[in-house]
């Protein structure tokens, strides 16, 4: 950004509201690359089989026990030369395929305050992980039936636009929910090649339902796209989301626990 610009962009966030969403912001990113990493590393080999050879990282324990017996200790140099030591066999996992994120936050005048400043801070954490990953990202902030969807589209390639991030953090709540139209507009993206086979994170207060008939249709797009549909929702027990979420957290506050789950699954 131009100088003057960037002048008059760090005034604006020179306030207390954004500087304790700062706070917030920094702490969630962390998290998710926390998160992150330690799915890649769980995930990084698996036990595939027994074999033969000389990797002392992966031989077998029973193998090591013979050093502790002169005799056997031999043997075991000898074998070690030969590459004839029983040794685990280790093999890549698959990795999951990381496909784009959609994120679907609930706007509507019960999230007003401190709730919408936290899912908007989880918000703006899946897009770290989307842009850290070069994976699309695409948002939509939603409230009552009819509202207008406030949305948002950040490749995975290209640099993002400060005045972008800025909106995207701070819309404001009002209103109603409703979930049928956030949802369909998610499933007018998967239709994207960009946004195929995406995973989708809601972040709602409350719950409502949704027509039979889009609830078949948002079932068979589902599977027929191999989407994942996950929902974070600050309210008691859920009842409606369970119907088509790969899993829901349910928590009465913002809690930083549930989120790093979150995380790790996306």
């Known amino acids: 950004m131009p100088v003057g610009e960037r002048l008059a962009f760090a005034t604006e966030l020179s306030t207390e509201r954004f500087r304790r969403m700062g706070e917030l912001i920094g702490r969630m990113r962390n998290l998710g690359r926390a998160r992150q990493r330690e799915k890649l590393r769980r995930h990084a080999d698996e036990l595939h089989s027994i074999t033969l050879g000389n990797d002392l990282d992966r031989v077998l324990p029973t193998e090591l026990t013979a050093l502790g017996h002169p005799l056997r200790r031999l043997d075991f140099g000898r074998r070690y030369l030969e590459g004839g030591l029983l040794q685990y066999e280790l093999r890549p996992r698959p990795k999951n395929a990381r496909g784009p994120i959609i994120a679907l936050i609930d706007a509507s005048g019960s999230m007003a305050g401190a709730r919408m400043e936290w899912a908007a801070a989880l918000a703006l954490a899946l897009l770290d992980i989307a842009r850290s990953q070069r994976r699309d990202f695409a948002a939509a902030y939603f409230r009552g039936p009819g509202a207008e969807i406030e949305t948002f589209r950040f490749p995975r390639t290209g640099i993002y636009n400060p005045r972008d991030i800025l909106r995207f953090a701070t819309v404001g709540a009002d209103g109603g929910t409703s979930f ?24 709602t207060d409350g719950e409502c339902a949704v027509s039979d008939e889009f609830f078949e249709r948002l079932i068979a797009t589902k599977q027929e796209r191999g989407m994942r549909i996950f929902s974070y929702l600050l309210a008691a027990a859920p009842e409606k989301l369970t119907r088509w979420s790969d899993r829901v957290w349910a928590v009465t506050q913002p809690d930083d626990a549930a989120a790093g789950e979150l995380f790790a699954e996306i």
């Open 180 to 203: 049928e139209e956030p949802l369909a507009w998610a499933l007018d993206v998967q239709t994207e090649a960009a946004f195929n086979a995406a995973d989708i994170v809601m972040v």
